[in-house]
């Protein structure tokens, strides 16, 4: 894997994260957290298939399995942080978190 192809596939992974972000509005970590999932699915996506002989590192194919990659990376993280929040109960309060955690810290003095 070269350079330029890790570049391609970390720019085509910086799109499809922030535009996965704009799709799926629930959960998350942000506008940077889904480009970041992106970066990271898009080069591994790349790389994966790039071992495996799939794609050539000049082919239009590599930046279509990074975006496969990058898509797939901020979906699960958005399908798995959604059902801990259910399993939770308090789904995206964080100032009922911070309560509790507040209330664990001053209950002994």
Sequence with gaps: MNFEMIVTTAIVGVLVGW??????????????????L??????????????????APDSRFAMLAAAVGAFI????????????????????NVAAIEARTQEGSSGGR
């Design 19 to 36: 535009l996965t972000g704009l799709v799926m509005k629930s959960g998350g970590y942000g506008a940077v957290g889904d480009i970041g």
């Design 38 to 55: 992106g970066v990271l699915g898009g080069v591994v996506g790349g790389f994966a298939l790039w071992m495996q002989g799939i794609v």
């Design 73 to 92: 990376l901020v979906v699960v993280q958005r399908k798995f942080l959604s059902w801990k929040q259910q399993q939770s109960g308090d789904g995206d």
